[in-house]
């Protein structure tokens, strides 16, 4: 066990293990990244480390200290998340976290409180949270983890650490599917794919409910042409009911519409994330000039962010398909 066994983010690991062994850890970190890239695995293994009864700058995974940690009963070791049946981290969460952090440590060690997903925090809960990251509580430590840190108060942001996480490697997470997993080279391959370099978004997939999901998208964005603002208003309708489906359209959007970019400059498939998809690419109802595929991609990344922020999830995607078809 240890740091070794994380795959990639080699380079927030070595600026978390620098910071540790110089004795200058932050007050506060930002892990900032796609989901499922291991975000919270790092944090808990930033955790571990610091509370770790035998490892040094590492962790062993099997000490009590490590195995409290892993288990969610350290005393010092807090993690923060949306409860069950509600919708956002509360201020009453995030105030019970400020008292804890003032208290002395049971361990001796560091007191440690991650908040996960932190965009989940309402707007009086970030506030709250702002008295604690200018006046941190001595031998304390908070661990901010988010896809996005466009939901977060830029005052909160300018306290924090910020370490960026990345997709993984594609080969990385096919190389774990098949020999974690046991699922054949093949298929491993095309979740690699789909899951854009996250292994938690590679292992959550369910292989034919994407497919069908994918399929209904596909003929929503290939409706999209232009002039076709009656296309638009009811992909737009459909699409709006739910807003984890509302979400999950528009990560997978930003995926075709990626794929759509480098087949008009390069015509390279390498990269392709719809590896299954190539006839589609390449049909010519698919394409666009790369300028308006590039505002396309960029106008689908705000969409999902607003969604996120809980604006009006039938306006923001008619916005965004109305500038799709109308070439803006």
């Not at 997939?205 to 998208?217: A, I, M, P, Y």
């Amino acid at each position: 066990m240890g740091f070794s066994e994380i795959i990639g983010q080699q380079r927030s690991l070595e600026i978390l293990r620098l910071a540790m062994g110089n004795g200058r850890l932050h007050h506060a970190y930002l892990l900032v990244g796609p989901e499922g890239v291991g975000k919270r695995r790092v944090a808990f293994a930033l955790a571990k480390a610091l509370h770790c009864d035998e490892a040094v700058n590492d962790f062993c995974g099997r000490c009590a200290a490590c195995v409290r940690i892993a288990n969610g009963n350290h005393p010092d070791v807090r993690l923060v998340e949306v409860i069950a049946g509600k919708k956002e981290i509360s201020i009453q969460q995030v105030r019970e976290i400020e008292r804890e952090l003032n208290f002395r440590s049971f361990s001796g060690k560091t007191k440690i409180a991650i908040i996960d997903p932190a965009t989940s925090m309402n707007l009086s809960a970030q506030n709250a949270l702002l008295k604690t990251l200018e006046e941190p509580p001595q031998d304390s430590l908070l661990i901010l983890v988010a896809a996005n840190a466009g939901g977060l108060l830029p005052t909160l942001r300018s306290r924090c650490l910020r370490l960026p996480f990345g997709p993984l490697a594609r080969d990385a997470v096919a190389a774990f599917l098949i020999t974690n997993k046991g699922i054949d080279k093949e298929e491993a391959r095309f979740l690699a794919a789909v899951s854009m370099g996250s292994l938690g978004a590679a292992l959550r997939l369910d292989k034919e409910e994407f497919l069908e999901r994918r399929r209904s998208w596909v003929e929503k964005v290939s409706s999209l042409t232009s002039g076709n603002f009656r296309a638009a208003s009811e992909a737009a309708e459909a699409i709006s009911s739910n807003k984890e489906e509302a979400l999950q359209f528009l990560e997978w959007a930003e995926t075709w519409y990626r794929d759509l970019m480098i087949h008009a400059v390069t015509a390279n498939f390498a990269e392709t994330v719809n590896v299954d998809l190539l006839a589609q690419i390449q049909s010519p109802s698919a394409q666009r000039e790369v300028e308006q595929l590039l505002l396309t991609f960029a106008q689908t990344a705000r969409a999902a962010g607003r969604i996120q922020r809980n604006l009006n999830r039938r306006m923001v995607l008619e916005s965004l398909f109305f500038n799709v078809v109308g070439g803006r």
